[in-house]
């Protein structure tokens, strides 16, 4: 058998590949990171929509049963399908928050969470900026225009944050000033989504 054939030839990883390969981990922990992240977002909106589209139709129940929670020897029951949680969530959100428009909520977490599960660029800034626009404005439309008629969720079709900021506004402004705020609103959100909208209102 030949020497050479013996002889055990040493290769050394050039820095270039090895540089490289941390690199490919580092982007694939970060990758991992953004899935399970969009994920949970995703399941935390799931669960925050059923609450919400439950509790319009059973809130008056679980008004009730959270009222009871506070008690020492109740024992409550909820109709909501997502339990005492979801009762409780739904409360804050709906009733004690924008109304109707609080559906707005989980449609911003899932598609959020959607995008980091698809690795996909956020890109929030404009999607974020029309949501809040339209989830204050809904509230605050509904608020203005229905008040605290019917009590529908204890406060009203445009919760509390609707009514009071419709309040605030009239109060300050007057109901002409606070309408002329929300038509101004609208008009922004409607250039926001699409720039050729005063053309649409034009025709």
Known sequence: MSKSSKNKKYTSTPRGEQQSANEVETLSTADNIRLVAGFVLMLIGAFILCSILSYFFYWKSDMSAIAEMDSPVGDPEFNNVCGSTGARVAAALVGGGFGLFALIVPFILVITGWRLFRCQPLRLHRFALILLL????????????????????????????????SNMLEGSIGSIGTLLVIVAGWILTGLLINRNFLQIVDN
């Open 134 to 165: 339209i989830l204050v404005l809904g509230s605050l439309t509904i608020g203005y225009l229905f008040g605290c008629n019917w009590s529908v969720f204890g406060s009203g079709l445009g919760g509390e944050y609707g009514i009071a900021l």
